[in-house]
Structures are given as structure tokens and as C-alpha cells.
């Protein structure tokens, strides 16, 4: 009896396989993939279950780790609402007459974004902080058309890259401030310094990278004209004055402490807000709310400057796709935790940051934080004989430490950077601070 690899080939006028690699010259053809053959497939489960048990999450070691995604306790209703067929199977409403629901989502996150930033319109999102970095760059060339750009030196590595991605060939150099050696803040006299008329935008961050907030944002924004970036932590909005309130022409963000588990790294929710001056020259797209031909109210994509929608040499930006599903998950989180809760998540951060950092700081050999001046939920934590050995030593205790700062700023070798959140229990960080006791 012919089996269904027979009947397929005989439909397609083919005696082998082989025949369907006929037009592949033969000098560039491989056997086979070195793949083993195919397993049953509960082998298959066990196999792979077997494999994942070498890793160490979050739940296994108490992790410490800053300068990346955050493990903020996500309530159930924020996974039983992203859960629902009709959010996490719809990828972009192409039909969007069809997709009230998704839509009114997407319009309820950007009005709760723009709530946050204090911006008048916010989009449906960027694939994360790191390429809404990007677009604001390219964004703010558009809006002054300077060539120059500005960004903090203390900025993640992985955002830089990215920027530095979206930036080539488009003839625009970023040039980096540095910060105040004592507070961790940006230099402002050094900004000063680096502006020009060709500066066509500025970017900071508040909190910046080493946790600390920026105490200067109205400085910043009269000392120049160029277009004026603020990258925030969603969280941290909660208790301090939205970047529109300094005259923020862009706000950018990652959104996943907003609802989204940190995933092994990935998805994440790029935040994207700005004025209304500029809207049309932000990428991506906006829902609307509006009326239908019988006066209901609906809500539609009332901007699409994606190249999938318009003409290429119109569109915006190429970024093809959105978070939607995770900017729904932000939406809920915001809506169940509410101001006043978010008020609490935020004040709690800043809390157990600085009580982390005082214990800490009372081990000998060890100074936290060494910058002096307010925090958000992470700090840097330096030691005398330098940060590597501790944290191997960490690692050996079941304990994942902060992030090394060497290859990122070489005069900070000797420190880490700290993160603490809800999730921390009492005992994990007892834990913590007996292991680093135990250094020498």
C-alpha cells in the first residue's frame, strides 16, 4: 500500500525526495541535518524536561540582578484576561472593524501610558525600551534635523547596541555625557558642553541606570532646544512627576514590569509616547476612539505610519509588528492594581532598595550605595577587593548577584549593580546578606 509520502510525490509529478532538490547544484548539498531521528512523544517531554532542569530561575536562587527585566509579582487576573483567545490569538487588526474588543484594549493602554508620561498620545507599542530608543533617535532627526545625538555614558548595554543598530547609515553619531562621579547622575555642565545646533536630540533617563532618579530634568530641558527624550521606569511614574511636566517632547520605557513575567529575557513591551505636535511623526500606530455610522461609539487605527500600511517613503519606521498581547497585560495590571496600588509597588521598591542597600553597607568591605541621593528599586554596590570573586562565590551560595559593571564602565570593576522587588522575601535577602558577611 503506498504510503502518504507516495501519494505526495506522485501528485507532484516526483519519484524521490531528492527530485524536490533538483535545482540546488550538487556541490552545495549536504547529506542530511545532523538532527537525530524522530522520538515518540513523551520521550520527547521527558528529553526536554530533563534539559531545562539545568536551569536556575527565579524561583530556585534569589536573584539580585539590575539593569534588565524585573521580577515584579504579576497578578492572576492579569494572566487569565492575556489568556483569552480572542487577545493572545490576535496578532494585528488588519480587519479592525472586526476587532472592537483588541482595539478598545490597545486604546485603554495608550490612554493609561499617556496617564504615566503625561504625553498627549501614545502608540500600541515597540517590540521593547531598546528599539523605542531607536525610533526616538530617528524620530527626533526627523522633528529638528541635527545630526548629532546625546545619550547618558552609564546607559544599558544592550540599548546602546540597539541604538547604535537603528542609527547606521543614517549619518547620525551619538555622542555619550558622563555622569557626576559622587551623585551617579548625569554631568550637567558636561551636557552643556556637548550641546550644539546640531544636536537634534537629548536623551536621559529617570531612574537612569545606576537606580538613581535624576534630579534635573527642568535643567536639562532649558538647556537646549533639540528635542527632549526621557526614558522611564512605568513603576516608578507612580510617585514622581511625569516627564511631560518638564517639557518631554518623547517619553520611552520597557513596559514589562508592567504584567510580564521576565522570561528568560523576552517578550518585552516597548513604551512610546509623545506630543501632540509630533504624532504624525511617530512610528507605529494609534487607535482611536470614534463613531460608527449609527453615532456608537467604536474605536478604529486612526494612525498607521508603518510601511505595511502606507507607502514605503512614507511610512515612519519599518517595525513591522507590536506587543499587543503584552501591552493588553499592562493595561490589566494597571487597571487592577489601580493608582493607589501602583502608588504602593513603587513606594515599596524604593523602600526595600534603600533598606537592602543600609544592610549591605554595614558589612565590612562593602559600600552601598556610592552614589548618595534617592533611588528607585536598584543600587551600586562596590567591593574593596573587587565585585568578580563575590559573585562566583554567590553563585556556589544558590544566590544570583547584581550585574558586573566592568565592561560597561571600567572605573566601576570593583561594583555591581543591585536590584530588589516585591518578590524578594525576608529570607532571601537574610540570605544575601549572610553570604556577603561570609566574604572576606
Known amino acids: 500500500m503506498p504510503s502518504d509520502e507516495d501519494e505526495m510525490l506522485r501528485t507532484m509529478g516526483l519519484r524521490s525526495v531528492d527530485d524536490l532538490f533538483a535545482d540546488i547544484p550538487a556541490a552545495v548539498r549536504i547529506p542530511k541535518l545532523d538532527l537525530p531521528d524522530g522520538l515518540p512523544e513523551d520521550v520527547v517531554v521527558a528529553l526536554v524536561t530533563s534539559m531545562l532542569s539545568a536551569n536556575r530561575t527565579v524561583v530556585d536562587m534569589p536573584t539580585f540582578l539590575g539593569g534588565g527585566s524585573y521580577d515584579h509579582y504579576v497578578p492572576a487576573s492579569v494572566r487569565a ?196 505636535d509630533h504624532i504624525r511623526k511617530m512610528p507605529g500606530r494609534v487607535i482611536g476612539l470614534t463613531r460608527d455610522a449609527n453615532g456608537h461609539r467604536a474605536f478604529c487605527m486612526t494612525l498607521q505610519t508603518r510601511e505595511q500600511h502606507i507607502r514605503r517613503e512614507k511610512a515612519m519606521s519599518n517595525i513591522c509588528t507590536n506587543e499587543s498581547l503584552l501591552a493588553v497585560a499592562a493595561a490589566t495590571y494597571l487597571s487592577v492594581l489601580g493608582a493607589n496600588g501602583l502608588r504602593r509597588v513603587a513606594a515599596d521598591n524604593i523602600r526595600r532598595a534603600k533598606d537592602l542597600a543600609a544592610a549591605i553597607d554595614k558589612i565590612p568591605g562593602f559600600t552601598a550605595p556610592i ?62 546578606v549572610a553570604a556577603l558577611e561570609a566574604i572576606k
Open 81 to 276: 484576561i492575556t489568556s483569552r483567545s480572542e487577545f493572545y490569538t490576535s496578532y494585528t487588526p488588519y480587519q479592525p472593524e472586526l476587532s472592537q474588543g483588541l482595539l478598545q484594549a490597545l486604546w485603554e493602554y495608550q490612554s493609561l501610558i499617556c496617564e504615566l508620561t503625561g504625553m498627549d498620545g501614545a502608540n500600541t507599542s515597540m517590540y521593547d525600551g531598546s528599539t523605542a530608543l531607536g525610533e526616538a533617535a530617528r524620530m527626533a532627526h526627523r522633528l529638528h534635523g541635527g545630526k548629532t545625538f546625546l545619550v547618558p555614558r552609564a546607559l544599558r548595554h544592550n540599548r546602546r547596541a540597539v541604538l547604535m543598530n537603528y542609527l547606521a547609515g543614517t549619518g547620525i553619531e551619538v555622542r555619550e555625557v558622563d555622569y557626576d562621579r559622587e551623585t551617579g547622575v548625569l554631568d550637567l555642565t558636561k551636557l552643556r558642553e556637548a550641546l550644539s545646533s546640531d544636536v537634534c536630540g537629548v536623551y536621559i533617563e529617570n531612574p537612569n541606570f545606576f537606580g538613581r532618579f535624576e534630579e534635573q530634568l527642568q535643567e536639562i530641558r532649558t538647556a537646549t532646544k533639540a528635542i527632549f527624550i526621557v526614558g522611564v521606569n512605568p513603576i516608578a511614574q507612580a510617585v514622581v512627576r511625569p516627564p511631560g511636566d518638564f517639557g518631554a517632547d518623547i517619553v520611552i520605557g520597557e513596559g514589562q514590569p508592567l504584567g510580564t513575567p521576565m522570561n528568560f529575557g523576552g517578550p518585552l513591551l516597548g513604551i512610546f509616547a509623545c506630543r501632540a
Open 371 to 432: 552614589f548618595r541621593g534617592a533611588h528607585f528599586n536598584e543600587f551600586v554596590v562596590r567591593h574593596k577587593k573587587g565585585y568578580a570573586d563575590v559573585h562566583r562565590t554567590l553563585l556556589e551560595k544558590g544566590i544570583h548577584g547584581g550585574l558586573p559593571l566592568t565592561r560597561q564602565l571600567p572605573e566601576l570593576h570593583d561594583a555591581a549593580l543591585f536590584a530588589t522587588t516585591g518578590r524578594h522575601t525576608p529570607e532571601a535577602v537574610a540570605k544575601l
